[in-house]
C-alpha cells in the first residue's frame, strides 16, 4: 500500500505527528510519501521520502492530511478529483472529519491490512453561471455559504428547488450544507445535525429579518438555483466553498447548487459511530 502523509504545517502539533506517522507506516512495511515542497522541515528524513503534490494524490492508495477539518477539507478535495481513499488524521482540536489522532496509532496496522470500513459522504457541485454560460465551478464536502460583504447590513437572496420558488431571505446569509457539514456552520447557525454518511441538502438561513424562516431538509436530488441582490439594497454578497476564498457575487449571475456526482471516501479504523464522535467533540 502507498500512501501520501499530507501536514498542514501551520498547525503546531502537525510537524510532529506527520513525522511520527511516516515512521509508523514505513515501520509497518507501508511506502509513505511527504510533500516535496516540505522537505527541508523533515531534514531527518531521506530524499525517497517525498514526491511532487501532484504525485501525492495521483500515484497513492491513501490520503493522510494531519491537521485539522480545515486541512481534511483541503486535501479530501483534491484526493476526490483522483477517486482516492482519505483519512484524516487529527493535530488540532475538535477535528471531526479525523478518524485517527497520534493516541491511537496502534490502529495503524489495520489500514495496512485493509481492514477498515468505508464511509462514503456526498459533496455539493456548485456551479456559476453568467448570461447562462458558466464561469465557475466548485465543489464542497461541508457547505456553501453565501454572506453580505464590507457594507453593514442584509442579504436579498432569492432561491427556488428544482424550478419551484422556496423564498426570497433578506438575512445575514444563507448556508447549503451537506450532512457532513451539518456539525460545521450550520448548526453554528441553528440547524439540525444529520448523520453524515446520509444523503440530504440543509437550507439553514442565518439571522433571517423573519420569524417565517426556518431550515430545511431537502432530498438529495434537489437542485437549487440563488440569485442575490433581488431587491437592489446591498451591491455586494459573497459566497465561500467550505470557508474558503469569499467570491464576489454579481448581480447578472446565479448559482447552481446541486448533489455532485460521486462521493468521496473516507477510511474509519475504529469502531467508534457517528454518536460516539460527537459525545468525544462536541461535549
Known sequence: MILSVIPNLTRQRAKDVALRLYQELTGLGGQAFLPLGQRDEFP?????????????YRDTDVVLPVGGDGSVI????????????????????LAYLCGLDDAHFSFLPKLLSGDFTLQQRMLLSITVYE?????????ALNDVAFARGRAIGLVDLSVSANGKRIADYVAD?????TPTGSTAYSVSAGGPIVEPTLDAVLLTPVCPHSLAFRP???????????????????????????GEESIPLADE?????????????????????????LNKKAL
Open 173 to 177: 446569509g444563507l448556508i447549503f450544507a
Open 44 to 56: 531527518e528524513l531521506p530524499d525517497g521520502a517525498f514526491l511532487p503534490e501532484d504525485a501525492l
Open 131 to 139: 448570461n447562462d454560460v458558466p464561469v465557475r465551478r466548485h465543489f
Open 216 to 242: 430545511y431538509i431537502f432530498g438529495p436530488d434537489t437542485v437549487f438555483e440563488v440569485r442575490g441582490n433581488v431587491r437592489g439594497r446591498n451591491p455586494e454578497v459573497l459566497y465561500t466553498c467550505d
Open 74 to 93: 483541503r486535501a479530501a478535495k483534491r484526493a476526490y478529483a483522483y477517486d482516492k481513499l482519505v483519512l484524516g488524521v487529527n493535530a488540532g482540536t
Open 253 to 277: 449571475q446565479r448559482v447552481v447548487i446541486a448533489r455532485a456526482d460521486k462521493k468521496l471516501r473516507f477510511l474509519s479504523l475504529t469502531s467508534d459511530n457517528f454518536i460516539d464522535v
